[in-house]
């Protein structure tokens, strides 16, 4: 729960949010794993923010995170779009979800945990995705955003911070407090996570913080509309530069994100590199037909895929 309390300012961060979608074909698993994402769904109206009122929600720890709802009373702090965080609408329907995520010297920390409506399937490529907004009341705005898969519901006697060594999270600071900031993570599966875990798994030492000046209390985020979808990692293995229209340049539509691609022939000499096949697409204009390799990767080498491409003219 929200509390009080000032604290001193730290050095800020470049904020960087990942996103690596463009060579990733999720037409077939558009399903959102996740039962209540937008955490439109309750068991009975959050009169008192707590979280398991959301269905499929719960805190893995005994600390208290807050779920807000429009359908609570305002004078209990817990409706929308004010409430103890401060101001915020929610960014789809009419809910969201609020934690902690830096208590400056004591380390304490909220999380939300969810399960998935399957098991992840071993060595398979997920895009997690989550969108969250500084409290207009908080302090300071830090980073470590992140997320945690596990294969058991996790329960923690502690109100303090979860160490999990295999998070995925942000280095940069997330301090807008008018808008919501996309995160987003490509993970890749063990095999048999059952449950999804947000929060900061950094100890305070270890967490990044930029002071704010017209807030009163505790690093505190609003989260909405959680995703978890399946990625199937295609690239294009023919491209046919004849004018016809199709297949002409090596493209992927809506091309955004942290990425590289490398082409080299067969006796590895590089005849193209980029991390923009938008402004700088590949029709193997001046190299003969045959047999090019390519190397794929995104900025935190999660996907590091290798393949051919047959230029045929």
């Not at 270890?206 to 979808?229: E, P």
Request: aromatic residues 14%.
């Amino acid at each position: 729960m929200f509390s009080l309390g000032f604290l001193p300012r730290i050095k800020p961060v470049f904020f960087i949010v990942l996103l690596f979608t463009p060579f990733c074909n999720i037409s077939k698993a558009q399903e959102n794993l996740l039962p209540n994402g937008s955490f439109e769904e309750y068991i009975i109206c959050p009169e008192d923010g707590a979280l398991n009122k959301a269905k499929y929600f719960s805190s893995p720890t005994n600390s208290s995170p807050d779920y807000f709802n429009s359908c609570a009373m305002a004078s209990n702090n817990t409706s929308i779009p004010s409430n103890l965080g401060g101001f915020q609408e929610p960014r789809s329907g009419s809910s969201y979800a609020g934690i902690v995520t830096y208590s400056y010297g004591n380390n304490y920390k909220e999380y939300i945990q969810t399960s998935l409506v399957k098991t992840l399937e071993s060595n398979k490529y997920y895009l997690v995705k989550y969108f969250v907004s500084l409290g207009s009341y908080s302090s300071t705005a830090s980073n470590k955003l992140g997320v945690f898969f596990s294969e058991q519901l996790i329960t923690e006697n502690i109100n303090t911070t979860l160490l999990f060594e295999d998070n995925l999270h942000t280095d940069s600071i997330i301090s807008d407090t008018l808008n919501w900031v996309e995160l987003s993570f490509i993970y890749q599966a063990k095999g048999n996570e059952n449950f999804l875990l947000l929060g900061n798994f950094h100890d305070d030492f270890f967490t990044d913080t930029l002071n704010c000046s017209s807030g009163i209390g505790d690093n505190y985020y609003y989260i909405d509309d959680i995703s978890v979808m399946e990625m199937d990692v295609n690239v294009p293995n023919v491209i046919t530069p004849n004018s016809d229209g199709i297949n002409d340049v090596l493209e992927i539509e809506d091309l955004t994100g942290d990425f590289e691609i490398t082409i080299v022939n067969r006796w590895g000499q590089k005849v193209f590199q980029t991390n923009n096949l938008t402004l700088n697409s590949w029709n193997g204009e001046n190299f003969p037909e045959g047999v090019y390799f390519y190397t794929l990767t995104d900025k935190k080498n999660v996907i590091n895929k290798t393949g051919f491409i047959h230029l045929i003219r």
